[in-house]
């Protein structure tokens, strides 16, 4: 395995990849396909699963400490001159004092086996159990093993396979046809399985995949329209135009009595959504189905709440019904995906919303269908989106008609349209440097704006997003000599570096210095012919926040 990880770090280009992932791929057992698809894409559970391995860097360095007998003091130093814990990992085992006592070659199957007990235990008490499974693989690693190891532990392998790498190496591999793969990940958002299935079953298991009630899929994506006119070009006419809400998509599975929540990146919500269940118990009227919708949280005369009030929801443990109370929410439903025993994303999309009217009994508060106005008429169709932004909503969607469903795809079939907001110009004070193959780069950027009253710059936000492999290149050279302090991985800049910066929303936040916050600041440009005194203002985001 090391020995194709090592390949795979020596190339950038994405054929060569995926020749060196094929060659692996057939080359491995049966029985642990699905595991080294797996740990190739820096995971040891399945893109739809819950489970985290939940180590933190300090556990990570007490497992090197003890598996190698070097001092935390060391292991520390080699962690600062690197600044990536897989590189301490090879440093620190090629330098260990302490001879292994078993002899044991590591497997994958070891691997997998321990970093999965690993994330069985939570609580108290359980730091010695996880440092002591860790240091047992660090102890009959070789320096390279231990790096990968060390990445996979906490996350952050970055292997530069992204999906659309292992669809062409899983298709190589075992001769099938690559939208089948590619089909097969998206309705079971699992690499392992899938590459297990091409693998033993070829081309033919591979295309009787379905959809499975309780795994969730992954959902179509809408393009961006610049206005109503590049929108009815992408959709054709006449379209459907809707309400878009700013609320939580939701892809919720009912199967009889069963019902399941998921967000769009494949959390199960279930539990903290009890409203979503009853309804769906309730008024949706079939006996299997898996619908997508928008659950939007309302105010007590009904009006529509950001989505950032409803997001506290999701991670919600305890105290679900309270909160439930507080920030209720009603489930606005757009596409059936599934319905008894059938999938239905091969239908037009203007037959799945006639489907949706026949199955849900739409009661307000509850469930509804997503507000919905067929036309081909542009006044019209502007007349619906003036109306949906005076109500507060975020826009509008344009969806085509004939179209089917494409699970997992940006295709033009939905397109969304919202009103631009200006980007903001702000300060780059601080940032962390990366982990990986993105070590020797800054990659997360603390952004602030100016506070003219006391001359100061007050943090609003980190950007991360937006910024190309030369972009962060480029950065990381800008503010290296701006670096006035360091520690760990987390730098302070001088503040000289203005930045345009495209975001789309601000919040009020305790976070920040500012006591706001920008949602999806993502990098436009470097603004060279600005000075840091010339950003936005801390009065200016008041204003753009307004209030
Ligand atoms: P965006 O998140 O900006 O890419 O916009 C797409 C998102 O809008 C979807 O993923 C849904 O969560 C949300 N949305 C709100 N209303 C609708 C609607 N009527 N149809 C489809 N998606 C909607």
């Not at 085509?400 to 702000?426: C, F, H, Q, T, W």
């Not at 950027?445 to 962060?472: E, H, P, R, S, W």
Request: with cysteine.
């Amino acid at each position: 395995m090391v020995d194709m990880y090592e390949k795979l770090g020596s190339t950038t280009k994405n054929l060569e990849m995926t020749d060196i992932l094929a060659g692996f791929l057939k080359k491995v057992d049966n029985n642990l396909i699905s595991d080294c698809v797996k740990l190739v894409l820096g995971r040891v559970f399945p893109l739809w699963s819950d489970q985290v391995v939940g180590v933190a860097s300090s556990l990570m360095v007490k497992s090197l400490k003890k598996s190698t007998g070097l001092s935390e003091e060391d292991i520390l130093i080699y962690w600062k001159d690197t600044g990536d814990l897989g590189l301490t990992a090879e440093k620190a085992v090629s330098k260990k004092t302490q001879k292994t006592l078993s002899s044991q070659k590591l497997s994958v199957e070891k691997v997998i086996e321990n970093i999965r007990k690993v994330s069985s235990f939570e609580g108290a008490g359980t730091v010695e159990k996880k440092t002591d499974l860790i240091a047992e693989l660090i102890a009959s690693s070789s320096p390279e093993e231990a790096k990968y190891i060390t990445r996979t532990v906490l996350g952050v392998l970055r292997m530069g396979v992204g999906a659309g790498i292992m669809r062409d190496a899983v298709a190589q591999a075992f001769e099938v046809d690559s939208d089948f793969v590619e089909r097969a990940y998206y309705l079971s958002s699992d690499f392992g399985e899938v590459g297990k299935i091409a693998c033993e079953g070829g081309e033919e298991e591979l295309k009787k995949f379905n959809i499975r009630i309780e795994r969730p899929i992954m959902v179509m994506l809408a393009q961006k329209a610049e206005d109503l006119e590049e929108g009815f070009s992408k959709v054709g006419k006449p379209a459907a135009i809707e309400l878009k809400y700013d609320g939580m998509r939701v892809q919720i599975h009912k199967n009889k009595e069963e019902i399941y929540v998921f967000t769009r990146r494949l959390e199960n919500v279930t539990k903290q959504f009890p409203e979503i269940v009853s309804a769906t118990k309730k008024y949706v009227k079939c006996e299997q189905c898996v619908l997508e919708g928008e659950a939007v949280g309302y105010g007590p005369k009904g009006e529509h709440i950001p989505f950032q009030k409803i997001s506290r929801r999701i991670k919600r443990k305890y105290g679900i019904e309270e909160m439930a109370k507080q920030i209720p929410i009603e489930t606005k439903v757009f596409d059936i995906i599934f319905l008894d025993g059938k999938e239905t994303m091969s239908l037009p999309f203007a037959k799945r919303r006639e489907l949706l009217e026949e199955i849900v009994e739409q009661k307000k508060r509850s469930i509804v269908l997503t507000e919905q106005l067929i036309t081909s008429d542009l006044e019209e169709a502007e007349k619906f989106y003036e109306k949906g932004l005076k109500q507060g909503e975020e826009g509008i969607m344009m969806k085509n008609l004939e179209a089917e469903y494409k699970p997992g795809s940006r295709v033009g079939y939905m397109v969304k349209l919202k009103p631009e907001i200006d980007p903001v110009d702000l300060v780059i004070v601080g940032s962390e440097w990366g982990e990986g193959k993105r070590a020797n780069w800054l990659s997360s950027f603390l952004l602030a704006c100016y506070d003219k009253v006391n001359d100061k710059f007050l943090t609003i936000g980190k950007m991360a997003t937006g910024l190309t492999d030369k972009q962060f290149e480029e950065i990381t050279e800008r503010l290296k000599p701006l670096i006035i302090s360091e520690k760990g991985r987390k730098v302070t800049v001088k503040p000289e570096t203005v930045v345009e910066i495209g975001y789309q929303e601000i919040q009020k936040s305790p976070t920040y210095e500012s006591k706001f916050a920008l949602r999806f600041p993502r990098l436009i440009r470097i603004r060279d012919d600005k000075k840091p005194e010339e950003a936005d203002s801390l009065e200016k985001i008041k204003e753009i926040h307004g209030g």
